[in-house]
């Protein structure tokens, strides 16, 4: 079994190249919540280096709130500012001779298109325009997984380091324990998910999931410690 560890890098933390060894895959800001070329440059170089898969992480365009907010912006802004971001992230790939191996939808963005057909039907749009043949990190059972199986290859992805609702959605930041700091939970999380295809919801219920990719946040405080840690357990 290939197990892949990703995670949102490129996003002005600082410890990207903490972390990339422990990847396989990384989801690299593009310019809506956080980066510009410079950042986009320097962060797939890195990924080159130590041979991890290179992927875009579009985003409402809100920087202020670091995309983690439902802004309040037209379909046809939306579908340009992704198109943009997407554009300016290939072309960098282009001048570095990388490849963008997937699409990661970030933060607000990732959960509407989890939900909401008509936001995910956006954004698989503008893939399609950019690269038809990019795989798309998705969550499973999900608005945008249904509608993006018949026409690109999608990656089934789960949070090591983030708590569950019942309907898979995740926890939200504001509740105390939507973020999972505690390494070993972290993996006993992904064990479970691996071993019995379940997660354990903030509720107490065992709910049926599947995943292929497992993300653990670049600006989780203990996100290298996470990492080392289901690097040795895996």
Do not use: W
């Amino acid at each position: 079994m290939q197990i892949d560890i990703n995670c949102d890098l490129g996003e002005g933390i600082g410890n990207d190249a903490e972390l990339m060894p422990y990847l396989g895959s990384c989801n690299i800001a593009c310019g809506g919540h956080f980066g510009d070329k410079s950042s986009m440059s320097k962060t797939i170089l890195l990924a080159k280096k130590h041979n991890v898969k290179i992927g875009a992480h579009p985003s409402f365009p809100d920087k202020k709130n670091f995309g983690r907010r439902i802004i309040e912006i037209s379909n046809s802004d939306l579908h340009q500012s992704l198109y943009q971001q997407l554009s300016e992230f290939k072309q960098i790939c282009v001048e570095h001779d990388a490849k963008m191996h997937h699409v990661k939808l970030h933060g607000a963005l990732y959960n509407l298109a989890a939900r909401d057909a008509e936001i995910a039907a956006l954004t698989l749009d503008v893939f399609a325009q950019i690269q038809p043949d990019v795989k798309i990190y998705v969550p499973y059972n999900s608005a945008i997984a249904l509608l993006a199986d018949d026409y690109f290859p999608i990656v089934y992805e789960a949070f090591a380091d983030r708590s569950y609702n019942a309907d898979l959605s995740l926890v939200n930041r504001n509740h105390e324990n939507a973020v999972i700091t505690d390494k070993i939970a972290a993996f006993e999380q992904v064990s479970s998910i691996l071993k019995t295809n379940k997660v354990k919801t903030i509720d107490g219920q065992q709910v049926t999931i599947y995943a292929e990719t497992f993300c653990v946040h670049g600006d989780q405080p203990n996100a290298l410690e996470i990492l080392k840690y289901l690097h040795q357990c895996l």
